[in-house]
């Protein structure tokens, strides 16, 4: 059920202002996003129309606080089918970051952010496999890209993602609409 | 001879050492020679459902590498080209750009970003290629799977077909190899949402895997290491939870290439592919 009085007016202009949201007012509600999507074929839970409609209702929330929310793959089919030009996986990217920053950032991605500050990289390159790309005659690559490290401290996001009561007004807001 | 900054990524160099050597030693072939950009790093698209700003400034920080080169980029990963033309294009932006300035970095000149397979089909060109293909692979059926960050959104990439994609088809074709017409061409992987949920990673892998199964392919070509790990290092996984058997092997498009182009399996590296290709070389009549 959604329940309007927990609306809040002001969810939707934060998600606008950011990278990748600005499309978000055009939306029709067409639906031609759901029916293109290939995650939602497989998992009816996911369905990109119903967080874009929940976004522009206010239902903050519903949205932030929703697993489901992550299952959206980047795939850029919504994208294409949008008869409003709405780059709708930019949308659902800008929400996403808005969530993470309100404390629902899924721990893989901490894991990976964490990964990039100490090494410019997704993955730890051992002495091993320099080794192999030798014997392969591929030529050696640096284990550590530290200027990575620079760039997540200039825009502050290990902080924003890390930072547990950044956000405590929706943490209890979500308490009280809970009891 | 053609020069390139070669972007590597993340996943390249150190778990696709075959699709990284194969790509190398074909542009050897078609005399396309790669520049090391020694000090690039993630693209920035692992974080960009964290930030997009953070990854985007990743982005643009190695595309200022090939800038200062004066050399436009390769890239071998699907999502790599997406998020640095991503980025290239921002750098067009004041706003942005200011951002990118403010970190210390410089863009003296404009970079363009091309997948490797896109350089082959726009740069090098069908009828170069099919001159140099020195051993057609007739015998040989394959399905062409393109990812979705090759040519989506199209509003980045501006090329081929974002529906029904074509280039790779072609491609394969030149190598004499027969690519299968199918349905749902343009499904994703999963491999986004890999580690979210793993059973719905897999079962969108399963698709995919099920069409080739059903064509009789000899093998899935794979122009990205995320798809390559959905669709060769899940397929056990994809197995075990549809109760089948797959057995494909997945090789990436320059492994296919090089070998119409007389390279030997070494040189493809064919023996680092997890499915094991063994069935598919003798038919080529490679040992
Ligand atoms: S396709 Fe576009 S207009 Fe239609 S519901 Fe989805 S986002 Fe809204
Ligand atoms: S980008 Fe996300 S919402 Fe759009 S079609 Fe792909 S999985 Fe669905």
């Not at chain 2, 790509?23 to 974080?47: Q, T």
């Not at chain 2, 982005?59 to 999502?79: E, K």
């Not at chain 2, 640095?84 to 750098?91: G, I, M, N």
């Not at chain 2, 959104?153 to 072609?170: A, C, G, K, W």
């Amino acid at each position: 059920m959604i329940e309007l009085k927990n609306a809040d007016p002001n969810f939707k202009w934060e998600i606008i202002k950011r990278e990748g949201g600005e499309g978000l007012l055009k939306c029709f509600g067409c639906s031609d996003c759901a029916a293109s999507c290939p995650v939602r074929y497989f998992d009816e839970r996911y369905n990109p129309r119903k967080i874009i409609r929940l976004t522009l209702l206010g239902m903050k929330k519903e949205v932030l606080s929703s697993p489901f929310l992550w299952f959206c793959a980047h795939c850029h089919a919504c994208t294409e089918r949008c008869p409003q030009g709405i780059m709708v996986a930019e949308v659902i990217n800008a929400i996403k970051n808005y969530a993470a920053e309100q404390d629902y950032c899924p721990e893989g991605y901490k894991m990976q952010l964490d990964l990039l500050n100490k090494l410019g990289r997704l993955y730890e390159i051992e002495d091993f496999d320099l080794r192999k790309r030798e014997k392969l005659g591929l030529p050696p690559i640096n284990k550590i890209i530290s200027e990575v490290a620079k760039i997540l401290e200039h825009t502050g996001i290990i902080e924003r993602v890390h930072s547990k009561n950044a956000h405590a007004n929706l943490k209890s807001e979500t308490r009280n609409t809970n009891e | 001879m053609k020069r390139y900054a070669l972007f590597l990524g993340c996943t390249v160099p150190v778990r696709a050492q075959h699709y990284e050597l194969s790509a190398r030693n074909v542009a050897k072939e078609l005399n396309i020679e790669f520049v090391e950009m020694d000090d690039a790093s993630c693209c920035g698209f692992p974080i960009k459902a964290v930030d997009a700003e953070t990854s985007l400034l990743i982005a643009a920080r190695n595309i200022s590498i090939a800038s200062t080169m004066n050399l436009n980029i390769v890239t071998l990963c699907n999502s790599c080209t997406a998020m640095l033309s991503d980025a290239q294009k921002q750098l067009k932006h004041n706003e942005f750009y200011k951002k990118f300035k403010e970190l210390g970095f410089s863009y003296p000149h404009d970079v363009v970003v091309k997948h490797f397979v896109r350089v082959l089909y726009e740069e090098i060109g069908l009828d170069v290629l099919k001159k140099a293909v020195k051993k057609p692979l007739n015998m040989l059926k394959v399905i062409s799977h393109y990812g979705c960050h090759y040519m989506r959104p199209s509003q980045l990439h501006e090329f081929d077909n974002p529906e029904v994609p074509h280039t790779l088809d072609e491609l394969v074709t030149v190598t004499g190899a027969q690519s299968v017409e199918y349905v749902d061409k343009k499904m994703c992987c999963g491999g986004s949402v890999l580690g979210i949920d793993e059973a719905l990673a897999v079962t969108m892998a399963n698709h995919k895997l099920h069409t080739a199964k059903n064509s009789n392919v000899d093998a899935l070509i794979s122009i990205c290491p995320f798809c390559t790990v959905m669709y060769e290092d899940n397929q056990r996984k994809a197995e075990d939870k549809f109760e089948t058997q797959y057995g494909i092997p997945v090789l990436y498009y320059p492994q296919l290439l090089g070998l119409s182009l007389g390279l030997d399996k070494n040189a493809v590296g064919i023996r680092f592919n997890r499915v094991k290709a063994s069935a598919l070389l003798e038919k080529v009549g490679v040992a």
